[in-house]
């Protein structure tokens, strides 16, 4: 059944209550992968990111210069690992049961995100999800070349992205719904038939309150 909507996920704060990007750099951390100086460049960079000092673009090209060369195997296996043994415990509660609702009225949905797709693939085979939107980086051969295919799915990426799924699926894209946190989805936001506004950052949420947006607050998964 499809109804001609989808509905849009995000995945930072809004699938997972925790930040992909700090999880991968603990991961790694903990695993003797990265330096303990690496780990707190990374997490300057998030905060940076998180008051909009950053864009998610400039983060990204400055992460992707310690994977390039990597073979993309390598890349699966150890976020599908990360995955299994980390991420799985941030998924919060209430995505499930809303995810089955939107499936079971028709809805199509999809996780829309600018991860890549090494945490958003097995995030959405999690949920029971075929369909997902997210940045991918390029591969040439089966390596990783350190740069990602553009436009970005992030800001006026995803309002790029989400029209051509959209077109791609015959739906109409002032029908769907979209759920995140941050404002930098806002030109998406204002182009769905039904905003909704999860944990939202407090920029958005002072926008949500001004327009009138569904604002909801998920709680946070058990320890």
């Not at 992968?33 to 673009?57: T, V």
């Not at 996780?111 to 945490?119: C, K």
């Not at 070349?145 to 995803?158: A, D, N, Q, R, S």
């Not at 719904?177 to 182009?191: A, G, Q, R």
């Amino acid at each position: 059944m499809n109804n001609g909507r989808a509905a849009f996920f995000d995945m930072d704060k809004t699938i997972l209550s925790e930040n992909s990007g700090n999880l991968y750099f603990k991961y790694l951390r903990r695993n003797g992968k990265i330096s303990r100086w690496m780990n707190l460049r990374g997490y300057f960079w998030y905060l940076q990111y998180r008051s909009n000092l950053f864009d998610l673009e400039t983060i990204i090209k400055k992460t992707l210069t310690s994977v390039k060369g990597d073979r993309e195997q390598d890349m699966i296996k150890r976020c599908n690992r990360w995955f299994d043994e980390m991420v799985v415990n941030y998924i919060y509660p209430e995505t499930k049961p809303l995810i089955e609702n939107h499936s079971r009225v028709g809805d199509l949905v999809a996780i829309l995100s600018g991860g890549t797709q090494y945490i958003v693939q097995p995030l959405s085979k999690y949920l029971g999800l075929n369909k997902y939107i997210c940045t991918h980086l390029e591969v040439k051969d089966g390596i990783l070349t350190g740069k990602v295919l553009e436009p970005l799915c992030y800001g006026e990426g995803k309002v790029y992205w989400a029209k051509r799924f959209c077109q791609d699926h015959g739906l109409n894209l002032s029908k769907c719904y979209f759920y995140t946190d941050s404002i930098t989805d806002l030109p998406l936001l204002e182009l769905v038939g039904h905003p909704r506004i999860v944990n939202p950052d407090p920029i958005l949420a002072k926008e949500a309150r001004n327009r009138g947006w569904d604002i909801r607050y998920f709680s946070k998964p058990p320890e």
